[in-house]
C-alpha cells in the first residue's frame, strides 16, 4: 500500500538505497553509542558470571570448560570438568572481545580480566542498536519518515530494549537476529535477502535454541513474499541457517556431555498448560510487558490498521508473540527469574513497536501516545539505572515459607512489584554509575580512557548530525524522497 506521505524512496536503485542504508547506519551507531554510555556493572547475575568464563576460556584457553564453580548456570560434563549450561552463540561473539581486551590489558599492565568483563558487555549494546535500525529500516518501507522515526525511537527508549542493552543476557542478541532475520522478508524477496535472513536466526538458534519457535513466522513471510514459482526453493535456502545451528548445537552438548541431545537444561520441565504463565507474562504487576513496555497498549489497537495496510507482517507479528507466550508461558521459570520485566519476551519487542506507525491523526490519540512514551522512558530510566537485585534478595529474605510464595509476593503483590522497589532506590538517589564511566577501576591508563570517552562521544556526534540533517533535509524538501 503507497503511503501519500513523504518517505524514502525504496526503488532498487542503488543510488536511491544509499539515504536509506546510510541513515539506517546512523541510526544503529546512535543507538550504540547511547547504549554504551548506560552500560552497567558487571555482571548483574550469575547467568551473566557463567556466560563470560566461557567465553574467556574459548579466547584464551579454546575450551569450553570453566573454572568450577557450584553456580546453578553450570552442570559437569562427561570429563568431569565444569561447562555452562548455556548454548554457545553469546560466549562465542564474545570471544573475540574477550580476546582483543585481554590484549589490552596486556600492554597496559590493567586489570585483563575486569576490563575483558566491561568489553563483552558492548556485545548486547551492538546487537540491540542493529535490531532498532532493523526496525527503522522495515518502518521506512510502511510509513512517512517522521513516523519511521518516531517507531524507532519509541522502540529504542519506551521499551525494554533499552535495559536490556546494558546487560549481557542473550536477550538483546536475540532481539537482533529475530528483527534482523524479519527486515529482509517484508517485501517480495531475493536470494541475498533469504541468506541474510538464514543466517540471523541461525545465529539465534546457536545463542538459545527455544528461538527455533519464530521459525513458522519466517517461514510464512518466505512463503507470502516470494513468487510463486521460487517459494520452495527460497525455503529450501533459507533452512541452511537453522540446520548448520541445530548441528553446531548437536557438537556443543557431545563436547560436553558426548551425547548430541544432552543439553545441560535437563532436570527443568514445561507445565502441561501455560494460562497461568500467559496471565503473568501479560498482567501481573511485577512482570507484565505492558507494565513494562507502556507503548505496547497502543500497538494492540493499532494492530488491525497495520493488518489493513500489511497483511502478512501484521499476522508474521501475531505468530512471533502467539508462540512466545504459549512457549515460554509453559516455561517453569516463564517469570526468568530475577530480573528486569519479562526478559523472555525482550526478543519480539522491537518488532512489536512497528503498529504505532499507524497512529491515527488526533489529537487524542498523540496525547495518549506522548503519555505511554513519558511511562515508557521513566520505566526504562528506572530499569537502566538501578539495580533491581536487592529488591528481589529483599523479598525473598523475608520469613516465607518457600521460593513459590516469595515468587507469587515479588509477581502478583503491587507492593512488592519490582518496578516499586526500582522507584524506592531511585527516590533514595540509589542510581547506578555506567561502567564506562568507572574504566579507571581496571587500572586502564587515562590516555586509553580518555581515547575510549572520546570515541563513544563522536560516534554519538556523527551519528545525531546526520539524522538532524535528514530530518531537516526532508523539512527543506531537498533529501531524496519519493511521494
Not at 5 to 27: G, M
Not at 256 to 269: K, M, P
Not at 362 to 389: E, K
Request: proline fraction near 7%.
Amino acid at each position: 500500500m503507497r503511503s501519500n506521505s513523504t518517505k524514502f524512496d525504496t526503488s532498487r536503485d542503488t543510488s536511491s538505497q544509499r539515504p536509506l542504508l546510510l541513515t539506517t547506519l546512523a541510526i544503529g551507531l546512535f543507538f550504540f553509542s547511547t547504549y554504551t554510555f548506560s552500560i552497567g556493572t558487571p555482571f548483574y547475575s550469575s547467568d551473566g558470571q557463567v556466560m563470560y568464563e566461557t567465553a574467556r576460556s574459548i579466547a584464551l584457553q579454546h575450551t569450553l570448560a570453566i573454572p568450577p564453580s557450584d553456580l546453578p548456570q553450570t552442570t559437569v560434563g562427561h570429563d568431569g570438568r565444569t561447562y555452562s549450561k548455556y548454548d554457545p552463540g553469546l560466549p562465542l561473539l564474545s570471544a573475540p572481545v574477550v580476546f582483543a581486551a585481554d590484549e589490552l590489558g596486556k600492554a597496559t599492565q590493567s586489570n585483563r580480566y575486569a576490563l575483558a568483563a566491561l568489553a563483552v558487555q558492548l556485545i548486547p549494546a551492538a546487537a540491540m542498536s542493529i535490531a532498532i535500525a532493523s526496525i527503522f529500516h522495515i518502518a521506512s518501507r510502511l510509513y512517512s519518515l517522521p513516523r519511521t522515526g518516531l517507531v524507532t525511537f519509541i522502540a529504542g527508549f519506551c521499551t525494554l530494549a533499552w535495559p536490556y542493552a546494558r546487560l549481557y543476557f542473550a536477550e538483546a542478541v536475540l532481539a537482533g537476529c529475530l528483527t534482523l532475520a524479519v527486515a529482509p522478508l517484508i517485501h517480495q524477496i531475493s536470494r541475498r535477502s533469504i541468506l541474510l535472513s538464514s543466517c540471523a536466526i541461525g545465529l539465534a538458534i546457536l545463542t538459545r535454541a527455544s528461538t527455533l519457535i519464530y521459525l513458522p513466522a519466517l517461514i510464512y513471510l518466505i512463503w507470502q513474499n516470494s513468487p510463486l514459482s521460487r517459494r520452495w526453493f527460497h525455503l529450501g535456502l533459507f533452512g541452511f541457517g537453522p540446520l548448520f545451528a541445530i548441528a553446531g548445537l548437536a557438537l556443543h552438548n557431545y563436547l560436553r556431555f558426548h551425547n548430541l541431545l544432552t543439553t545441560g537444561y535437563e532436570g527443568e520441565s514445561f507445565r502441561l498448560l501455560p494460562l497461568d504463565g500467559i496471565v503473568g507474562l501479560l498482567f501481573s504487576p511485577g512482570k507484565s510487558i505492558f507494565l513494562y513496555s507502556p507503548p505496547l497498549v497502543l500497538s494492540i489497537f493499532l494492530w488491525p490498521k497495520l493488518r489493513r495496510q500489511n497483511p502478512i507482517l501484521a499476522w508474521a507479528l501475531i505468530l512471533i508473540v502467539t508462540t512466545a507466550l504459549i512457549f515460554y508461558g509453559a516455561w517453569w521459570a516463564w517469570h526468568g527469574g530475577w530480573v528486569w520485566g519479562p526478559r523472555f519476551l525482550v526478543p519480539s519487542v522491537p518488532l512489536w513497536c512497528l503498529p504505532l506507525g499507524m497512529l491515527p491523526r488526533h489529537r487524542n490519540w498523540a496525547s495518549l501516545m506522548l503519555v505511554v512514551c513519558v511511562l515508557g522512558v521513566i520505566v526504562q530510566i528506572l530499569g537502566a539505572f538501578t539495580d533491581v537485585t536487592p529488591h528481589y534478595a529483599k523479598v525473598f529474605g523475608d520469613n516465607n515459607p518457600d521460593d513459590e510464595t516469595r515468587y507469587a509476593m515479588v509477581h502478583y503483590s503491587p507492593a512488592h512489584s519490582p518496578l516499586v522497589g526500582a522507584w524506592r532506590r531511585a527516590s533514595l538517589s540509589k542510581w547506578e554509575t555506567p561502567a564506562i564511566f568507572r574504566l579507571e577501576t581496571t587500572g586502564l591508563p587515562g590516555d586509553w580512557l580518555r581515547v575510549i570517552h572520546s570515541s563513544v562521544i563522536i560516534i554519538w556526534l556523527l551519528s545525531s548530525g546526520w539524522i538532524v540533517r535528514v530530518s531537516i533535509g526532508l523539512k527543506n524538501g531537498t533529501h531524496k524522497t519519493e511521494v
